[in-house]
């Protein structure tokens, strides 16, 4: 059958994840329903090889860096709409046929999943800055941040060739407004954030620098309003502890983004990686 939708799935040493992603998202689907394409950059594991199956074309190369392995799965892609996913990002198919049903509305160009987190084995201060920050984000979250995001060939017009840029979901979000991005409720992506509060300030410094490169280049994100914290604790969304958590993390993050002027290493956080439970 042709393929109703195509699925670029970048991955940078993600064999102890890749494989279930792929179950999820090939669990009851059609042969050939969804074109599928993996792309290995830069992988010193066995990415490539756990990737590899029936219904899934897998690219490797050696060049690393997340947007040159979107935009090679893009150029490798057959049809739209394309599903832009993160290897560590869970996503079935029945979220996925949603999704592509949103972009086929008149108007929309670009959508995203519902994202539920997976909160199981992070540390009690990292669970409740979590939840603080994902209730004060929730109200403007559209594209990114949610480790899928959906384009429609016009929004791929709008969209690609990605620049090289750290915030790659950042970047698309800013290329829609309005009702031209959605945010889909019958679909449901599975993100496992930060398990320890050492991850989430790394993962934070990294967010930082994406933010600052998009400003650069026009493109600034959504700051938060200081008074939603207050609203939050009015309204019991979140506990006074919960509040307290994020606060202190919250100085935690922008101290360290001033000693260290943005500098950092970056690499794969293991620790936030979906684990296989039969190796957990």
Known sequence: MKASVSVVIPAHNEETVVAAGLDALLAGTAPGEFDVVVVANACSDRTAAVAARAGVRVLETPVPGKVNALRLGDAACRVFPRVYLDADVRLDAASVRALAEAAGRPGVLACAPVPEWDLSGTGPVVRRVHRTHDRLVAPSRALAGVGVYVLNERGHERAFPL??????????????????????????????????????????????????????????????????????????????????????????????????????????????????????
């Open 163 to 280: 620049p090289d840029v750290i915030s790659d979901d950042g970047w698309v979000d800013g290329c829609f407004t309005g009702a031209e991005r959605v945010v889909v409720d019958a679909a449901r992506s599975l993100v496992r954030p930060p398990g320890t509060v050492r991850a989430h300030l790394r993962r934070r410094i990294r967010v930082r620098r994406g933010n600052r490169e998009l400003a650069a280049l026009g493109r600034p994100g959504r700051a938060l309003r200081p008074a939603a914290l207050g609203a939050l604790l009015a309204g019991r969304q979140v506990s006074p502890l919960d509040a307290a958590c994020y606060l202190a993390v919250l100085a935690a993050d922008r101290l360290l983004a001033r000693l260290r002027g943005g500098a950092t290493s970056w690499g794969t956080d293991a620790g936030s990686r979906h684990q296989d439970p039969a190796r957990s």
